[in-house]
């Protein structure tokens, strides 16, 4: 079904795999379009409850394939090519987690930071990249990276771009967890199962107005949450959990 990538279902997890490991699964403008593709697939599947990206061999993602490229109109491959796939993951009601196995440098990185959740194996890395060819973050990096880390940081990061360790990633707020690079896939598996399990209809809501609230008010925000607990009081999963509660037992969440 894809050249570049790899798409698979268990059970309530979708696993997204970029699948260039010989070129550290750098981006092509077919991979974007394959990104798209996957990302709008999981969003349509029912029983898809959570995302996970990752990448196949030693890397992530080491950002744009520039073996070749002869497009030096930079503007026009990201409102082609990234925009859309970062827009897609972040419209996307389920919950997404960036599986960072290996490094993530310049675009790469952005694609980590426009997850829900990052969870790095200890061997993994983080480079803002762009600086050392003389361009600037892109792919969303501005966007979320100082609201990850703050401004002071994401100024540091962005204009110095130097290796950050998955250590230093935790400590600075970019990733949710480290984990050893052997327990790394049962670290992820386990999440991404805890996730799926959870009231996705909640979580899509969570993710949707959090995202408006930094550029909303605090009355454009209390209208919002109002919006958003009008939703999910009529949903299947509220019954579900007031029942549960009542009964003292465990929820068993549909997602709907």
């Known amino acids: 079904m894809f050249e570049t990538i790899s798409y698979e279902t268990r059970g309530k997890t979708a696993w997204i795999t ?3 490991p010989d070129k550290l699964n ?3 403008s077919l991979m974007h379009r394959e990104m798209v593709a996957a990302i709008k697939e999981a969003n349509k599947d029912s029983g898809v409850r959570a995302v996970v990206i990752t990448g196949a061999g030693r890397a992530f993602c080491s950002g744009q394939d520039l073996s070749g490229s002869t497009d030096t109109d930079y503007g026009e491959v990201l409102r082609k090519g990234y925009n859309p796939m970062v827009q897609a993951l972040v419209s996307m009601e389920k919950p997404v987690i960036a599986a960072v196995n290996g490094v ?3 675009a790469g990185m952005s694609l980590a930071l426009a997850c829900d959740f990052r969870i790095a194996s200890e061997k993994a890395s983080f480079i803002e990249a762009f600086i050392h060819v003389g361009l600037v ?3 969303g990096n501005l966007y979320f990276l100082p609201r990850l880390v703050g401004h002071a940081k994401a100024m540091e990061l962005a204009v110095l ?3 950050i360790t998955a250590q230093q990633a935790k400590e600075f707020g970019l990733v949710t967890k480290t984990v050893s690079e052997e327990e790394f896939m049962l670290e992820v598996e386990t999440f991404a199962e805890k996730l ?3 009231p996705t209809k909640a979580i899509g809501l969570i993710k949707r107005y959090m ?3 930094w550029e909303s008010d605090l009355n454009e925000v209390l209208e919002y949450e109002a919006q958003a607990q009008k939703i999910a009081g009529e949903s299947e999963d509220h019954q579900e959990g007031l029942a549960a509660f009542l009964d003292k037992r465990k929820p068993a969440f549909t997602g709907k």
Do not use: Q, V, Y
């Open 137 to 139: 973050p892109d792919s």
């Open 18 to 20: 970029l699948n260039r």
């Open 104 to 106: 993530a440098a310049g």
């Open 161 to 163: 771009g130097e290796k």
């Open 26 to 28: 750098a981006f092509t």
């Open 196 to 198: 799926s399990n959870m």
């Open 211 to 213: 995202n408006k609230s």
